[in-house]
């Protein structure tokens, strides 16, 4: 039984008392026409026909509210309409009509308000199943045969082709195996998977053709049985009480204790029936379905589309947020983190022969690498003789060089500098890349799939408007999904995980607190499906968990997420306070009726203006309140995008600042005096104007929208060290020897100068693009 399925059959309303699915519009227009109709006629001196249509309206809204009433009972609560239908019988009852048909609006508008909040693209896992393969290459002694998967059985040889999904579980043999594992793990990096090694159903085959040793049937395999938790999970959310229905467990035995002893008292049904209609809880009524729809609308509108009422309800009250880290926390893709030359090589010259070989190739990485290379301006040559080699990489002839791209032999020797960058890898949680000219590694290209700029502004943002817990779920390694942890400062991170893991995990936190689950990846629809709030991030993530969430958020970034619950808990806040405040007053209205101060037609006309009153109120959702997400002006936005991109343009600057203090460090030659020379030029040619553009242009901008100047203050001073420690090496230049050599006093003071400004540089730049540059989409 999927989600919706389950959902269904809880709520079960309309099904269950054979109604139209959509009868609130229509019994809003029965109710509007009943009342026109009769206020026409009472004008015309009608008072008969007047007193027939308003009595119409009030019996054509009796039915459909008794079913309501009858669906919530058997769902184990009583809902607020139980006072409204016996303000309707009452009306009935002692010809009151008027009144009556007043409540049947009111009645009728907060159902459709309600149930227009509620009518959303209903949650399914169908993109889950489309993906599932359905057939099978089977190798027989006859050749290669078609057959369906569910065909399949324990011990069959199969052949999966490039571009194919793993159809079951099974382990390589032959040839080795290039696969896109990231519909399992979310991670964007190919693997490589040995003769021997286990391969998962729902993987893509991202190389060559290879076979396949089934060790489980269709239905035992992996992506079968993620399915199967999307399905189970989903069947365990129930229904969201209204939040009208919980005020109800006090205020209805209440209205009916005071029209009761009114009744008593007075020995008067009509003082009755106007305590019930004055008590007739409109604002609960229209207060929750009125403050939902603008909090729908708004957050629609900011880029977060939430499923229905009780998603919204649910995220204002949510304490712990899981997250998944490659997609949502990462940006997804990776991105080249460093170039490293040989000896007597240029880092420019690397990226540029890399990209020249790799910008033929589709592979997820060979893009990050051409990407890099068109970003800093390098002009890529054509190779000759170009050939791919699936798990392996780009080969090619360039400048009369036979030169590749990609994975190196596993045995081959090294030299130093090639086994600093295995080691920076490993530590980083980096790949590598190596270009080799006739074999000899002569650079590498280090790649990492960066952190969203977005992403620690989201999380303070986050637990600003009440989330408590922070938790990263990953299926990543524990190295780098720790790193990204602390980073962002979560309260824990826990790695490694499967699908099934997740799940355990969402079901855990769930017992503790409202939860909300935040992933891109099929692998995250289970857990999607399994927590109170599942929320996807739909831009570019999957489709399967698109489809499981309540909430998707259609722009590529996380920070709609903290949109999205600041305005959920502003719409639940602005609800209770409309409910409160309108149920205040319809007290204070139920003694004046109880005391016969009022008439029940008086009383309907005084509840509409209360009506009106928690409309207004609960409207505010609407509107920004000063507290989520900075907003720039277009021109501040422009020179947003201007700097980011100059930021770009600038990464060479900071790779030759560390590569001169590298040079130091092999002693204090012509050769490291020379790359201090022209680092101190690019510092003053490029990198200072930069900065000082920064501080006169871009500070004062973003000041409005940050509150002021203090705002920047840290970063201005950041500004003030990189000119102090730039002017410092120039003097050291300035104090070298004629002879082009330093003197070993300037030695350790210059290295440590270069590598304290390649620190604060790289530092900066990041502070920049987390704290002002996310502000521009």
């Known amino acids: 039984m999927d989600r919706v399925t389950a959902r269904n059959r809880l ?31 009472r004008l015309a001196g009608a008072s008969q026909a007047a007193d027939v249509c308003w009595a119409l309206g009030t019996v054509a809204t009796v039915v459909p509210a008794v079913g309501w009433v009858l669906a919530d009972l058997r769902r184990g609560h009583g809902g607020v309409d139980v006072i409204a239908i016996l303000a309707l019988g009452g009306t009935l009852a002692v010809g009151e009509y008027l009144a009556g048909a007043l ?77 896109d594992e990231s519909a399992l793990t979310g991670e964007p990096l190919t693997v490589r998977r040995l003769q021997g090694e286990t391969v998962r159903s729902g993987v893509v085959n991202a190389g060559g053709a290879f076979e396949l040793r089934a060790t489980a049937t269709e239905r035992d395999s992996t992506y079968a049985g993620i399915v199967r938790l999307a399905q189970q999970a989903g069947a365990e959310s129930a229904p969201v009480v209204r939040l009208a229905d919980r005020y109800a467990a006090w205020f209805l035995p209440l209205s009916l204790a005071v029209a009761g002893a009114a009744w008593l008292l007075s020995g008067s049904a009509v003082r009755a029936v106007a305590v019930l209609v004055v008590a007739t809880p409109c604002p609960l009524l229209l207060a929750a379905p009125v403050a939902v729809v603008s909090g729908l609308s708004r957050a629609s509108r900011l880029g977060a589309v939430i499923r229905d009422g009780g998603a919204l309800e649910n995220l204002g009250r949510a304490r712990t947020l899981l997250l998944d880290k490659t997609g949502t926390l990462t940006a997804g893709r990776p991105r080249v983190l460093d170039v490293v030359a040989a000896p007597e090589w240029q880092q420019a010259e690397v990226l540029r022969l890399a990209a020249s070989l790799d910008q033929y190739s589709p592979h997820v990485l060979a893009q990050a690498v051409v990407d890099a290379a068109h970003e800093r301006g390098l002009r890529l040559s054509t190779p000759a003789d170009v050939s791919e080699e699936p798990g392996r990489g780009a080969a090619g002839t360039l400048g009369g060089r036979r030169m590749t791209i990609g994975r190196r032999d596993d045995g081959a020797q090294l030299p130093q500098w090639a086994r600093s960058v295995d080691n920076r890898a490993l530590l980083d949680g980096a790949a590598v890349a190596w270009l080799c000219a006739d074999g000899d590694p002569v650079g590498a290209v280090l790649l990492r799939d960066p952190l969203r ?26 190295g780098p999904a720790r790193e990204v942890g602390a980073v962002l400062g979560l309260d824990d991170v826990r790695a490694g995980l499967a699908p099934a893991d997740k799940v355990a995990a969402v079901r855990a936190e769930r017992e503790r607190a409202v939860t909300v689950m935040v992933g ?93 009153a928690v409309i207004l109120n609960a409207l505010r959702v609407l509107r920004d309140d000063g507290h989520g997400r900075p907003v720039v002006p277009p021109s501040t936005e422009a020179l947003i995008h201007r700097f980011a991109a100059e930021h770009d343009d600038l990464r060479d600057v900071l790779d030759a600042v560390r590569d001169a203090a590298d040079h130091l460090s092999d002693g204090a030659g012509p050769g490291g005096l020379a790359a201090v020379a022209e680092v101190h030029r690019l510092l003053t040619e490029r990198l200072l104007p930069h900065e000082y553009a920064e501080e006169h242009q871009l500070y004062p901008a973003l000041a409005p929208t940050l509150g002021g100047p203090e705002a920047t203050a840290t970063m201005s001073r950041a500004h003030a060290e990189i000119d102090r420690l730039a002017r410092r090496v120039a003097t050291h230049l300035a104090l070298a020897g004629p002879d082009g050599t330093l003197s070993p006093e300037q030695l350790d003071d210059l290295r440590a100068c270069l590598y304290g400004l390649n620190t604060v540089l790289r530092l900066h730049f990041t502070q920049e693009e987390e704290s002002y540059f996310s502000l521009a989409p």
Not at 14 to 41: K, Q, S
Not at 531 to 552: F, H, Y
């Open 11 to 41: 709520r079960g309303l309309r099904a269950a008392l054979l109604m139209p699915p959509r009868i609130e519009p229509l019994l809003l227009a029965v109710t509007a026409v009943a009342l026109v109709a009769g206020g026409v006629c």
């Open 453 to 478: 700029a977005d992403a620690p502004r989201t999380l303070r943002r986050l637990r600003a408007a009440g989330i408590r817990r922070l938790v990263m779920l990953t299926g990543d390694r524990a």
């Open 103 to 179: 409540i049947a609006l009111m009645l009728a508008t907060g159902r459709t308000l309600e149930a227009t909040a509620q009518r959303r693209a209903s949650r399914d896992l169908r993109a889950l199943l489309e993906r599932a393969p359905r057939t099978a290459r089977l190798l027989t002694p006859d050749g290669v045969r078609t057959v369906p998967s569910a065909e399949v059985a324990v011990g069959d040889l199969l052949v999966v082709g490039p571009g194919e999904v793993v159809p079951v579980d099974g382990r390589v043999t032959g040839a080795q195996a290039v696969l």
């Open 520 to 612: 891109d990846g099929v692998n995250d629809a289970p857990a999607l499906a399994a927590a109170d709030i599942g929320v996807a991030m739909g831009a570019r993530g999957s489709t399967a968990s698109s489809e499981a969430a309540d909430i998707v958020l259609t722009t590529d970034r996380v920070d709609r997420l903290a949109d999205a619950v600041a305005i959920a808990v502003r719409a639940r806040r602005i609800a209770v306070q409309s409910a409160l405040g309108g149920m205040v007053l319809s007290l204070v209205a139920m003694v004046a009726a109880a005391f016969g101060l009022l008439a029940p037609a008086v009383g309907a006309l005084l509840q509409e203006a209360i009506d009106v």
